[in-house]
């Protein structure tokens, strides 16, 4: 059973950073599959903020481009999401997915596997 976990989340003042991890416990899902990066606050949609495919091509929402920057280390089954200049519109739970690749999508309902996400809050 693929597991997705978070971790790096945490509550930091306006205009710092963090960065995010996602690590997998089944290495496959690292090197045959895209990867993503969503946010749910509450009440609202989860929504798709950055994705990244095997061969490192990347999408991101506008609100965060320029900021946020998502990598993968393929080796260390882990994914990244750099995230720079946050803003108090950034707070949610940050979840990691992953996908069977066929093109790059923010699509939420593609997404095949899911961790169970890490807190950001700005203040």
């Known amino acids: 059973d693929v597991q997705l976990v978070e971790s790096g989340g945490g509550s930091v003042p306006v205009g710092r950073s963090l960065r995010l991890s996602c690590v997998s416990s089944?290495?496959?899902?690292?090197?045959?599959?895209?990867m993503g990066w969503f946010l749910q606050a509450p009440g609202k949609e989860r929504e798709g903020v950055a994705t990244?495919?095997?061969?490192?091509?990347?999408s991101y929402i506008d609100s965060v481009k320029g900021r946020f920057t998502i990598s993968r280390d393929n080796a260390k089954n882990a994914l990244y999401l750099q995230m720079n200049a946050l803003k108090p519109e950034d707070s949610a739970m940050y979840l990691c997915?992953?996908?069977?690749?066929?093109?790059?999508?923010?699509?939420?309902?593609?997404?095949?596997?899911w961790g169970q996400g890490t807190q950001v809050t700005v203040s």
């Open positions: 997915a992953a996908r069977a690749c066929g093109g790059l999508t923010l699509f939420a309902g593609l997404y095949d596997y």
């Open positions: 990244i495919a095997m061969d490192g091509s990347t």
């Open positions: 089944v290495g496959y899902v690292f090197s045959s599959h895209c």
